[in-house]
């Protein structure tokens, strides 16, 4: 089951990437849009990434983790 | 012919200028923005019934978190982060079996406990043609815990600027020093470290959605146990994997952006998570902006997990009866509202967070006591200057 999920998950992600348009740089004014950035609000985003961090045993994903906390 | 020209260079200049995250050449930010957050953090109460013997009072938290992004010069800039945390309350100490034989939580030092959390992290950002690389270096101290943390990050855009790959590496030096530990039999100081690397690739899929793919490991060593907890023994070296994508698509007719994010996780404890959350980011004119967002989290037991401490096992076994490394689910929802003036941006967020054993996607043999539910509130501004 885990092996299939994996696969799905990769051959969902290998289609996405071979199915992009070829975009020019004046057809981007949506996606440079500030609702449209990975995280639009730093501070929430790192907010939020301390509190999970405190509270779940799961961390780390899209950067490299920053410095710990004695978090009980 | 030559106007025609002449508004694609100015359309592609405005728009090279206004990529936040998936840029055409990178640059420093045009404006400097100043960004300041105050939040409160309110665990619920423990039940009588989990805790038949203690204070039930739990975490409360005041965040301030201050932020600085300038440019420095014509290929850098500046980031600079402070944050501080005031809490109060109390936290498990040990659990037990109560007479109806569940299990029960016992909290450490009722409403004795305050501590204050401060940090600073300063960091640089280069910007190239094709690419831009950056470094920070952080202090984080708090009354019983100091962290040092230091990170490298760099990427580059390939195929016409569609596609950026970006890697990073980060190190933190951890001591931990707990207090009253003659009194309670604690350690007296010990030393975590923490390396952690990633590597991420985002693609522009077309003039609306774009994907993101990332995949991190870390190692930690040295004292990775609960001082705090009355018997707590985990293993002196955890490595962990996560494996983060996510999906950013505008609806024009909406005049909405969609983000939805996906998290698999996995260590050696013997820990495995999901995590997915989705947000919709409704424009309501040119002003005001409003976000709602639900998010869906569930984690398998460490292996050595117990949700009743067994004080005569030797102190050579592993085991913790802490309850974040419980089997468990959380779904957490909230909602922002944010009313952006131009060079003033305000956002209001209030959030609903409740975990519990039947939210658990992964079977749950040991359920545990003492599971978090939370209130958060903030409020934020940024200044752009």
Redesign the interface.
């Known amino acids: 089951m885990r092996a299939f999920r994996t696969t799905l998950?990769l051959a969902i992600?290998s289609l996405?990437?071979f199915?992009?348009?070829?975009?020019r740089?004046?057809?981007?004014?949506?996606?440079?849009?500030?609702?449209?950035?990975?995280?639009?609000?730093?501070?929430?985003s790192?907010?939020n990434d301390h509190?999970?961090f405190s509270?779940?045993?799961?961390?780390?994903?899209?950067?490299?983790?920053?410095?710990?906390?004695?978090c009980? | 012919m030559k106007n025609i020209a002449s508004r694609?260079i100015i359309?592609?200049s405005t728009?090279?200028l206004?990529?936040?995250?998936?840029a055409?050449a990178d640059a420093p930010p045009t404006q400097s923005t100043i960004?300041y957050?105050l939040?409160n953090?309110q665990e619920d109460d423990l039940s009588r019934s989990e805790a038949p013997l203690s204070d039930l009072e739990r975490y409360d938290i005041d965040?301030h978190?201050f932020?600085l992004v300038s440019a420095l010069g014509r290929n850098m800039s500046l980031h600079v982060?402070a944050n501080y945390e005031s809490l109060s309350g109390a936290?498990p100490w040990f659990t037990s079996r109560g007479l109806d034989g569940e299990p029960i939580v016992n909290l450490s030092g009722a409403s004795g406990i305050s501590d204050r959390?401060t940090?600073l992290?300063v960091g640089s950002r280069y910007y190239l043609e094709n690419g831009s690389f950056g470094g920070n270096i952080?202090?984080?101290e708090?009354d019983?815990?100091r962290?040092?943390?230091f990170?490298f990050?760099t990427e580059r855009h390939y195929n016409?600027?569609?596609t950026t790959v970006s890697a990073?590496?980060?190190h933190?030096s951890?001591k931990?020093f707990p207090t009253d530990a003659a009194l309670f039999n604690r350690v007296e100081e010990e030393d975590?470290q923490?390396t952690?690397?990633?590597a991420?690739?985002?693609?522009?899929?077309?003039?609306?959605s774009?994907?993101?793919?990332?995949l991190?490991?870390?190692e930690q060593s040295g004292f990775l146990s609960?001082p705090?907890k009355l018997r707590d023994i985990r293993p002196d070296d955890k490595t962990?994997?996560?494996?983060?994508?996510?999906y950013?698509r505008?609806f024009?007719s909406a005049n909405?952006?969609f983000h939805v994010n996906y998290?698999y996780?996995h260590?050696d404890?013997g820990?495995s998570?999901h995590?997915s959350d989705v947000s919709w980011?409704q424009?309501l004119g040119r002003t005001f902006?409003l976000v709602p967002q639900l998010r869906y989290?569930s984690?398998s037991a460490?292996d050595f997990f117990t949700n009743v401490d067994d004080f005569l096992s030797p102190i050579s076994e592993y085991q913790s009866s802490d309850y974040?490394?419980s089997a468990f689910g959380?779904v957490s929802g909230g909602i922002?509202v944010i009313a952006d003036m131009g060079s003033w941006k305000a956002?209001l967020?209030a959030e609903r967070?409740l975990?519990n054993d039947k939210y658990s996607a992964y079977e749950v043999s040991q359920p545990s006591t003492a599971l978090?539910k939370?209130n958060?509130i903030?409020l934020?501004i940024d200044f752009r200057f």
């Not at chain 2, 774009?210 to 990332?214: I, L, R, Y």
């Open positions: 998950l992600c996405m990437l199915s992009c348009a070829d975009v740089a004046w057809e981007r004014g949506y996606l440079a849009r500030e609702e449209m950035a990975w995280a639009p609000d730093a501070l929430e790192s907010l509190i999970f509270k779940e045993a799961s961390s780390g994903g899209n950067s490299a983790a920053g410095g710990g906390c004695g009980n | 694609n359309a592609l728009t090279a206004a990529l936040p995250g998936i055409l960004s957050k939040s953090y965040v978190q932020q982060d936290s959390r940090e992290s952080g202090y984080s708090e019983d815990y962290a040092v943390y990170g990050n016409n600027d569609l990073g590496l980060s933190s951890d931990v975590k923490s952690s690397v990633f991420s690739v985002s693609q522009i899929i077309n003039q609306v774009s994907f993101q793919s990332a991190s490991f870390t609960d705090y962990q994997i996560a494996w983060s994508n996510s950013r505008f024009v909405a952006a998290r996780y260590d404890f820990i998570s995590t980011h424009n902006q989290y984690q460490a974040r490394l959380a922002s956002t967020t967070y975990a978090v939370y958060r903030s934020g």
